[in-house]
């Protein structure tokens, strides 16, 4: 009998999801900027708190063991749009351009009727430094990968931004998640009585350097160093904005049937009180846990019910899923893929992963699997550890002498989706067999001769100062 229950439940459930997909959910992407797996106040955070994102996880499937595509934000933001783990797509650090070659998410969804727009952060045009508004004329720009509407800048940003609507400037003033969130619900003002579903990506600034909060955000951290206040401050204000949008779904009718996606790009940032990874080896940059396990929440009303998962999965899982949702064809996707549909996963548990999640970043190498990880810092002669990421997550005790059959078969898949990810990185998936147009330079957008008009004004602005101001020890930054 109660197999029986059993069943039909899974039944109802796929029917459920079935009827979703057959009137076209409306879909949002979310991402932090530098937030680290344990800053939530559901992972009992010891200061911050996050009612909201705590209340979407509630309401949702939260992920336990979710993963970026890589351990900065370039990369990782190149993963979502794509399905693929960044370096096939020419995106190997931050500030590298996302090649023309590739098919996005956006594209996919715009082809198939939906109304797509960016708000924020974009980072995939070749520019470095700090965010700058987008030229319309950038062949780079959101427009460019399937973004009918856009207001963005370059990289991070904060209080009071510079941001470009679809190429024109302007000077917005507030905290920079409330004016991303305040952009993407106008977008969804405009459109949602207008027969076509929505595909809205949102990715913050925050809580990424430099760190500034507005004052009234940082009173509750008023123990902390300053630089720990302001980056908390900026999270506690994200939060904000996540309320905000989540209560705009409601009023508008939009939230049963909209598949919200909550993420960071990369683990969190050492060098701030209380630590930002919950525990985990590593920072940003690392390809231990703390530099690519990120918070994951997953909320669509209509179909999942609350619960909390331990199933590994990654923002390379977000395309497939979106189609295989939405029943698309597979073309609309560039292969190989690396991600996986994740739509079984959103009515019930689906057992082991089918494939484990690969991890590449300069000679960094990871591969991780339903328990295990192996992973290098240096792919050319450094040695491999191997860790049960179910038993010991820190990653304390390296395996690799205690298991070595298990060490030299996880090696062996590690190399040889390596050698996929060489071929391509060369251009061997286009069908022009090559990269075409050659990658851009990655270069400082205020280098460049379209930026110089704007230099002598912008160099007042808080954010540009220390690049463009001599006296404020201009050009010193040139990361990120």
Same mark, same amino acid.
């Given at each position: 009998?109660?197999?029986?229950?059993?069943?039909?439940?899974?039944?109802?459930?796929?029917?459920?999801?079935?009827?979703?997909?057959?009137?076209?959910?409306?879909?949002?992407?979310?991402?932090?900027?530098?937030?680290?797996?344990?800053?939530?106040?559901?992972?009992?955070?010891?200061?911050?708190?996050?009612?909201?994102?705590?209340?979407?996880?509630?309401?949702?499937?939260?992920?336990?063991?979710?993963?970026?595509?890589?351990?900065?934000?370039?990369?990782?933001?190149?993963?979502?749009?794509?399905?693929?783990?960044?370096?096939?797509?020419?995106?190997?650090?931050?500030?590298?351009?996302?090649?023309?070659?590739?098919?996005?998410?956006?594209?996919?969804?715009?082809?198939?009727?939906?109304?797509?727009?960016?708000?924020?952060?974009?980072?995939?045009?070749?520019?470095?430094?700090?965010?700058?508004?987008?030229?319309?004329?950038?062949?780079?720009?959101?427009?460019?990968?399937?973004?009918?509407?856009?207001?963005?800048?370059?990289?991070?940003?904060?209080?009071?931004?510079?941001?470009?609507?679809?190429?024109?400037?302007?000077?917005?003033?507030?905290?920079?998640?409330?004016?991303?969130?305040?952009?993407?619900?106008?977008?969804?003002?405009?459109?949602?009585?207008?027969?076509?579903?929505?595909?809205?990506?949102?990715?913050?600034?925050?809580?990424?350097?430099?760190?500034?909060?507005?004052?009234?955000?940082?009173?509750?951290?008023?123990?902390?160093?300053?630089?720990?206040?302001?980056?908390? *401050? $900026?999270?506690?204000?994200? %939060? #904000?904005? =996540? @309320?905000?949008?989540?209560?705009?779904? /409601?009023?508008?009718?939009?939230?049963?049937?909209?598949?919200?996606?909550?993420?960071?790009?990369?683990?969190?940032?050492?060098?701030?009180?209380?630590?930002?990874?919950?525990?985990?080896?590593?920072?940003?940059?690392?390809?231990?846990?703390?530099?690519?396990?990120?918070?994951?929440?997953?909320?669509?009303?209509?179909?999942?019910?609350?619960?909390?998962?331990?199933?590994?999965?990654?923002?390379?899982?977000?395309?497939?899923?979106?189609?295989?949702?939405?029943?698309?064809?597979?073309?609309?996707?560039?292969?190989?893929?690396?991600?996986?549909?994740?739509?079984?996963?959103?009515? *019930? $548990?689906?057992?082991?992963? %089918? #494939?484990? =999640? @690969?991890?590449?970043?300069?000679?960094? /190498?990871?591969?991780?699997?339903?328990?295990?990880?192996?992973?290098?810092?240096?792919?050319?002669?450094?040695?491999?550890?191997?860790?049960?990421?179910?038993?010991?997550?820190?990653?304390?005790?390296?395996?690799?002498?205690?298991?070595?059959?298990?060490?030299?078969?996880?090696?062996?898949?590690?190399?040889?989706?390596?050698?996929?990810?060489?071929?391509?990185?060369?251009?061997?998936?286009?069908?022009?067999?090559?990269?075409?147009?050659?990658?851009?330079?990655?270069?400082?957008?205020?280098?460049?001769?379209?930026?110089?008009?704007?230099?002598?004004?912008?160099?007042?602005?808080?954010?540009?100062?220390?690049?463009? %101001?001599?006296?404020? @020890?201009?050009?010193?930054?040139?990361? /990120?």
């Amino acid at each position: 009998m109660k197999l029986l229950f059993s069943s039909l439940a899974v039944l109802a459930l796929a029917c459920t999801i079935t009827h979703a997909a057959d009137t076209q959910p409306n879909i949002i992407f979310v991402m932090a900027d530098d937030m680290g797996w344990g800053q939530t106040g559901y992972r009992g955070h010891p200061v911050l708190k996050t009612p909201n994102l705590d209340a979407m996880a509630a309401n949702g499937l939260r992920f336990e063991r979710f993963y970026a595509g890589g351990p900065v934000c370039s990369p990782t933001r190149a993963s979502v749009l794509t399905g693929r783990s960044h370096d096939r797509t020419g995106v190997l650090t931050h500030g590298y351009a996302l090649r023309l070659q590739e098919k996005t998410i956006a594209q996919a969804l715009n082809g198939s009727g939906y109304a797509t727009g960016h708000f924020g952060k974009w980072h995939l045009n070749g520019h470095k430094g700090p965010g700058a508004p987008i030229f319309a004329d950038d062949p780079r720009n959101p427009g460019a990968f399937g973004f009918d509407e856009w207001v963005s800048v370059s990289n991070f940003y904060d209080v009071d931004p510079i941001m470009s609507r679809a190429g024109t400037f302007e000077q917005m003033k507030g905290d920079s998640s409330d004016i991303a969130v305040g952009e993407a619900v106008k977008f969804l003002e405009k459109h949602h009585g207008g027969g076509r579903p929505l595909f809205a990506v949102i990715w913050f600034g925050s809580p990424h350097s430099p760190f500034k909060a507005l004052s009234a955000d940082k009173t509750s951290f008023a123990q902390l160093d300053e630089s720990s206040a302001n980056h908390y *401050g $900026e999270l506690a204000a994200m %939060d #904000r904005s =996540i @309320g905000t949008l989540r209560g705009r779904l /409601r009023d508008l009718g939009l939230a049963e049937n909209t598949l919200l996606v909550f993420c960071s790009d990369n683990g969190g940032l050492p060098g701030i009180t209380p630590e930002t990874v919950g525990g985990l080896r590593g920072h940003k940059g690392s390809v231990f846990e703390g530099g690519i396990r990120v918070p994951g929440i997953i909320e669509w009303p209509t179909v999942i019910k609350p619960r909390v998962t331990s199933h590994p999965a990654c923002v390379m899982d977000l395309f497939p899923t979106v189609v295989d949702i939405l029943g698309l064809p597979d073309s609309v996707m560039m292969k190989p893929l690396d991600g996986r549909s994740l739509k079984p996963l959103l009515t *019930g $548990e689906t057992g082991l992963r %089918d #494939r484990p =999640i @690969g991890f590449r970043y300069h000679a960094k /190498r990871a591969w991780v699997d339903d328990r295990h990880k192996l992973l290098t810092d240096n792919l050319d002669g450094g040695k491999f550890e191997l860790y049960d990421i179910v038993t010991d997550p820190n990653e304390t005790h390296d395996l690799a002498t205690e298991k070595p059959e298990l060490l030299a078969k996880m090696k062996q898949q590690l190399l040889a989706w390596n050698a996929t990810m060489e071929a391509s990185f060369a251009g061997k998936d286009y069908p022009e067999g090559k990269v075409s147009p050659p990658d851009p330079e990655s270069v400082n957008w205020f280098d460049t001769p379209q930026y110089q008009p704007f230099l002598a004004e912008w160099k007042k602005h808080w954010q540009f100062q220390s690049y463009l %101001d001599p006296k404020a @020890g201009g050009k010193k930054k040139k990361k /990120r």
